[in-house]
């Protein structure tokens, strides 16, 4: 039987168990991946957001965490597989077969980029779909590109790979860039990026990597295609909350709903980070929330105790 139990070492989680550990709770976190630090493997740009920290890129502000995670005294388990969770008897079970027990449970599952579902997204991954411009423009330097969305992260992609590639055609299905004004500002006054509103892309297509498009723009209109070799998807991203089926209040996206002190709609269960934070996804939010449920859990075990 453990105080807590964690599910997810990303930022939130892990901010979560150190604050547990902190507050002498018998903490246990479950990471189904090899490693610690969830999206910040994904995070090439500088982190310049965080007050106190500033780093080259994600994996640099993971190793920041490093020491403290390595002095403290919680349980981590990576590439551990749930395969169900009872969140109202607070009981685990892991692939292994074993059952794990525990008073309070924290879920920092976190978020996944959600995919266009289009023939050739798949079949193309490391053959010409660019996971990240800061990372790959290099890559795709000299060469017509595509990206698709229109929020932040899709324009300043953008804008990173106009600095190197001929083209950059972006494609939206919205009738406006959701994006910040700034970015706006940026892409308009470049002539080499073309956007595409009230459109979509249909397909990708090729033969070893990416050669083309197809972006449909009405219905009932033709779908046009593009020459491109580069294409990159930022249309947002879905919780991960597929363990937890229908035993928990979440909005209409799938994002659990949580309380000012982070507990969700089944008592002594708690959301942190990504996972509940469709508005606010950072990384300040993730360390705070993660402090927060950590308090409440040890307030409450110790007025019980
Ligand atoms: C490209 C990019 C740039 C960014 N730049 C910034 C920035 O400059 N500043 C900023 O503040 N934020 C930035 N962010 C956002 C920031 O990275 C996130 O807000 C933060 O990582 C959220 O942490 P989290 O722990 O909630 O979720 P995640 O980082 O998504 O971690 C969730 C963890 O849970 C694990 N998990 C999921 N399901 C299960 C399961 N069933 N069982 C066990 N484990 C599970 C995952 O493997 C993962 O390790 C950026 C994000 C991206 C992608």
Redesign the pocket.
């Known amino acids: 039987m453990h105080d807590v139990i964690i599910?997810?070492?990303?930022?939130?989680?892990?901010s979560t168990a150190f604050w547990c550990d902190e507050l002498g709770l018998d903490t246990l976190v479950?990471?189904?991946?090899d490693r610690?630090?969830?999206?910040?493997h994904?995070?090439?740009?500088?982190?310049?957001?965080?007050l106190g920290v500033k780093t080259r890129n994600?994996v640099e502000f993971l190793e920041r965490f490093a020491g403290d995670i390595e002095s403290a005294e919680f349980d981590l388990w990576t590439q551990?597989?749930?395969t169900s969770v009872d969140l109202k008897a607070k009981r685990i079970s892991l692939a292994s077969g074993e059952s794990l027990q525990s008073i309070a449970i924290v879920i920092?599952?976190?978020?996944?980029?959600r995919e266009l579902g289009v023939p050739g997204e798949k079949e193309f991954a490391g053959k010409g779909m660019i996971e990240?411009g800061?990372r790959d423009r290099e890559q795709f330097a000299g060469h017509d590109v595509c990206v698709v969305g229109g929020g932040d992260?899709a324009v300043e992609n953008a804008l990173l790979l106009a600095e190197v590639c001929p083209t950059v055609t972006l494609v939206h299905r919205r009738k406006k860039l959701r994006a910040r004004r700034e970015f706006v500002e940026r892409l308009q006054a470049l002539h080499c990026i073309t956007v595409f509103t009230e459109s979509v892309l249909t397909r990708i297509m090729g033969d070893e990597t990416v050669q083309a498009v197809e972006i449909s723009r009405k219905a009932g209109i033709k779908p046009f295609q593009l020459a491109v070799r580069g294409v990159l998807i930022r249309i947002g991203v879905e919780p991960?909350t597929?363990?937890f089926g229908e035993q928990l209040e979440t909005d209409e996206k799938g994002f659990i709903t949580v309380s000012g002190t982070q507990e969700t709609s089944v008592p002594m269960v708690f959301a942190?980070?990504?996972?509940s934070?469709p508005l606010a996804?950072?990384?300040?939010?993730?360390a705070g929330a993660g402090a927060t449920a950590a308090k409440v859990i040890a307030t409450r075990l110790n007025a019980g105790k």
């Open positions: 599910i997810g070492a990303g930022p939130a989680g892990l479950l990471e189904q991946s610690i630090g969830g999206q910040l994904r995070v090439y740009n500088p982190i310049e957001n965080y994600g551990t597989e749930i920092a599952s976190g978020v996944r980029p990240s800061a992260a991960n597929q363990l942190v980070g990504d996972v934070n996804p950072t990384l300040s939010g993730a």
